[in-house]
């Protein structure tokens, strides 16, 4: 009979057997910049989550520094929105003016500006409409701008999640013909049209004004098509890959993690985390036993690096947890 329960038989024990180990050097931290001045407004949908004004960001950059996670997730909140999207790629929008204040205070913090344009436009969807439809191709010179503003504002990646066919690759081109070239692109590759973005979109005020985004995010019930979009992004140009959502598509990150040899990256998203953060506010529940559990999941199933609404409260149990 097999004693399975010999390497089970203490704490020092199942710790020198463990397979999978979390570091917070894995982990990066999204925040919401909004336009205006001496704004700290909590998300209500998401407990401990706040929108920031430039000017109140020291309240939160110092614990990402100390924290030893490797950087944070860039979305901006513009005050002006229009068809068009046109803060999105405008040199001294909120977002662009948020990267420089970062960069200047703190210029080893890695700073992934996300490029999309459904926070900036008034319809809310990610790219152009014309009818009803959103337009893909007339959308990518849009993506491009607001990827080369961000460059220059000093991003130190980009990460394109609009979902329009093509715009890896125009990217790309973009930036590269503006100077940009060792800027790395993360693409998120494999962006299910999935319930769990709820809370999110009240945090970046970003839920589509008509319809749904089901015409350009992928069907939750596609694991193949996942491949072929994480393939095809590679092919494009990018640099790193991403599943998104993570922990209802966990057979997602196994499988890409089996195919492809790029950085996998997964997004423990809005709904993700609200969830935990609900139940266990109720006593259902004990968070930090939780949390770390569905991180340790994520990384289990292939993932390189997390995003996630927990990096900081993680990191700080993973170092409690090596003490």
Avoid at 1 to 22: D, G, H, I, P
Avoid at 223 to 246: F, N
Avoid at 268 to 290: C, H, P, T, Y
Wanted: with cysteine; hydrophobic share 45%.
């Amino acid at each position: 009979m097999q004693r399975f329960r010999r390497l089970r038989a203490n704490a020092a024990m199942r710790r020198m057997v463990r397979e999978t180990r979390l570091d917070p050097a894995e982990l990066i931290y999204p925040i919401f910049v909004a336009e205006g001045e001496n704004i700290k407004n909590p998300v209500d949908s998401m407990p401990t989550v706040f929108q920031y004004s430039i000017d109140r960001l020291p309240d939160i950059l110092p614990q990402i520094a100390d924290s030893g996670i490797s950087g944070l997730l860039i979305f901006g909140i513009p005050a002006h929105k229009d068809a068009r999207g046109s803060e999105a790629y405008n040199d001294n929008g909120v977002t662009q003016r948020a990267v420089r204040y970062i960069k200047e205070h703190y210029p080893d913090m890695l700073v992934i500006a996300d490029v999309c344009l459904c926070e900036y436009t008034d319809h809310g969807h990610c790219g152009l409409v014309c009818g009803g439809r959103i337009l893909n191709d007339e959308t990518l010179p849009l993506l491009c701008a607001m990827s080369v503003s961000l460059a220059r504002a000093g991003a130190d990646i980009i990460a394109p999640s609009d979902m329009m066919d093509g715009r890896v690759a125009a990217i790309r081109q973009a930036l590269d013909e503006n100077g940009f070239i060792d800027t790395p692109i993360i693409a998120y590759s494999a962006k299910f049209a999935s319930g769990y973005y709820s809370p999110f979109r009240d945090a970046a005020h970003s839920a589509p004004g008509f319809g749904d985004r089901k015409t350009y995010q992928m069907d939750p019930a596609n694991g193949r098509e996942a491949l072929r979009e994480i393939a095809d992004d590679i092919a494009e140009g990018a640099d790193m890959v991403m599943v998104k959502p993570a922990l209802a598509y966990l057979d997602v990150l196994r499988a890409a993690r089996e195919r492809f040899d790029l950085p996998l990256v997964a997004y423990n998203v809005s709904g993700e985390f609200s969830m935990v953060k609900a139940a266990a506010q109720l006593g259902w529940i004990d968070e930090r036993r939780i949390v770390m559990e569905n991180l340790t999941a994520i990384k289990r199933a292939g993932a390189d690096i997390i995003i996630t609404y927990h990096a900081l409260d993680a990191a700080e149990w993973i170092k409690e947890e090596r003490l």
